[in-house]
């Protein structure tokens, strides 16, 4: 029997190794977010795509299902596996995914996020109760009668 700690090596865990499933997926992937698939189109058909990765289908469907998950494809059966156009009707779980990707999307994310701040704050204000008025005009009184940024 092996013991416990045989997978640590001079005290560091060893770290998983990364399956065909991954590299595929992350291929895939890739291939989606730098514009060889467009969002929209229709993939190769399964068997073609798995001869041209050298991969089984088997190992295609699972990538396919995570990509899935992850909102980049959509398969309907009969049809064939069609690429989402993500930016549009994408979740949020997709912006790490387009950040890694490429770093340019960070300004993006910040640029929605303060729009969507703004928004916010509009319709609170115009929800807020005196009560709740008053209390926002103590913190900023607070805020700006603060000694220093630790004190913020």
Same mark, same amino acid.
């Given at each position: 029997?092996?013991?416990?700690?045989?997978?640590? =090596?001079?005290?560091?865990?060893?770290?998983?190794?990364?399956?065909?499933?991954?590299?595929?997926?992350?291929?895939?992937?890739?291939?989606?977010?730098?514009? $060889?698939?467009?969002?929209?189109?229709?993939?190769?058909?399964? $068997?073609?795509?798995?001869?041209?990765?050298?991969?089984?289908?088997?190992? @295609?469907?699972?990538?396919?299902?995570?990509?899935?998950?992850?909102?980049? %494809? =959509? #398969? $309907?059966?009969?049809?064939?596996?069609?690429?989402?156009?993500? @930016?549009?009707?994408?979740?949020?779980?997709?912006?790490?995914?387009?950040?890694?990707?490429?770093?340019?999307? #960070?300004?993006?994310?910040?640029?929605?996020?303060?729009?969507?701040?703004?928004?916010?704050?509009? $319709?609170?204000? %115009?929800?807020?109760?005196?009560?709740?008025?008053?209390?926002?005009?103590?913190?900023?009184?607070?805020?700006?009668?603060?000694?220093?940024?630790?004190?913020?």
């Amino acid at each position: 029997m092996a013991h416990p700690l045989s997978h640590w =090596e001079d005290g560091v865990a060893a770290l998983p190794r990364e399956t065909i499933v991954d590299v595929l997926e992350g291929r895939l992937r890739e291939d989606i977010l730098d514009g $060889r698939h467009p969002a929209g189109s229709y993939l190769p058909p399964e $068997r073609t795509l798995a001869d041209g990765y050298g991969v089984t289908r088997t190992t @295609l469907k699972h990538a396919f299902g995570r990509l899935t998950q992850a909102g980049l %494809l =959509e #398969t $309907r059966h009969g049809v064939g596996t069609r690429v989402r156009d993500y @930016l549009r009707l994408g979740g949020a779980d997709l912006l790490p995914m387009l950040v890694r990707h490429s770093p340019d999307w #960070t300004g993006e994310v910040f640029e929605v996020r303060r729009g969507v701040g703004a928004l916010i704050s509009e $319709r609170a204000a %115009l929800r807020a109760t005196d009560r709740q008025r008053d209390e926002l005009r103590a913190r900023l009184a607070a805020v700006r009668g603060a000694p220093d940024a630790d004190a913020v």
